[in-house]
């Protein structure tokens, strides 16, 4: 698989997932994990290195197929946050984004500038037309990045995810992409 770079800024860039990446994920996800555990199911399954490196495995494998993209957002070259597209409907050229950033690196503009550069990438390409963030209600800065980034809300899905023992509604965003 040849790497697949998205430029955003003189400091940031967008990689696609690599097994030489994994360590540096894998490092990162800890440090967040307490973070992450409040936002994200996955987070408390993370274990070793070899897990994450499973992961990453398979994220290239569907990467390569076209069924999700992830990227990793690096910052003057270190690796910072995740994003990604969930799943991809080719048919309907349609895509649902994930992501998150380092707790030490948000609020910056980091997550926007990153994101704006990865839809505008996917829509130049033809691949992608409709995007779609969903986020718990209750996750505030995921809701913030949706509206900052010109998203519309579309509706609420009443107690659609289960997390931490509970399930959460959760809110659909989207934005139709032209050139």
Same mark, same amino acid.
């Given at each position: %698989?040849?790497?697949?770079?998205?430029?955003?800024?003189?400091?940031? #860039?967008?990689?696609?997932?690599?097994?030489?990446?994994?360590?540096?994920?894998?490092?990162?996800?800890?440090?967040?994990?307490?973070?992450?555990?409040?936002?994200?199911?996955?987070?408390?399954?993370?274990g070793?290195? #070899?897990?994450? *490196?499973?992961?990453?495995?398979?994220? &290239? %494998?569907?990467?390569?197929?076209?069924?999700?993209? %992830?990227?990793?957002?690096?910052?003057?070259?270190?690796?910072?946050?995740?994003?990604?597209?969930?799943?991809?409907?080719?048919?309907?050229?349609?895509?649902?984004?994930? +992501?998150?950033?380092?707790?030490?690196? &948000?609020?910056?503009?980091?997550?926007?500038?990153?994101?704006?550069?990865? %839809?505008? +990438? +996917?829509?130049?390409?033809? #691949?992608?037309?409709?995007?779609?963030?969903?986020?718990?209600?209750?996750?505030?800065?995921?809701n913030?990045?949706?509206? *900052?980034n010109?998203?519309?809300?579309?509706?609420?899905?009443?107690?659609?995810?289960y997390?931490?023992?509970?399930?959460?509604?959760?809110?659909? +965003?989207?934005?139709?992409?032209?050139?």
């Amino acid at each position: %698989m040849t790497s697949e770079i998205i430029p955003v800024s003189q400091h940031i #860039e967008l990689r696609s997932v690599e097994e030489r990446y994994t360590a540096d994920l894998h490092n990162l996800v800890v440090k967040n994990r307490a973070f992450l555990q409040t936002a994200f199911d996955w987070a408390q399954h993370v274990g070793s290195e #070899e897990d994450t *490196r499973r992961n990453v495995q398979s994220n &290239q %494998m569907l990467h390569q197929r076209g069924y999700a993209k %992830m990227f990793l957002i690096f910052k003057d070259d270190a690796l910072v946050g995740v994003l990604s597209f969930n799943t991809i409907e080719p048919t309907n050229k349609a895509a649902y984004i994930g +992501y998150w950033l380092d707790e030490d690196h &948000q609020g910056q503009g980091i997550l926007s500038r990153s994101l704006q550069a990865f %839809m505008r +990438y +996917y829509v130049v390409r033809g #691949e992608v037309r409709r995007f779609v963030i969903k986020c718990r209600v209750a996750n505030l800065q995921s809701n913030n990045v949706a509206v *900052r980034n010109g998203f519309t809300l579309e509706g609420c899905l009443r107690e659609a995810e289960y997390l931490n023992g509970r399930f959460d509604d959760v809110n659909i +965003y989207g934005k139709i992409a032209t050139l």
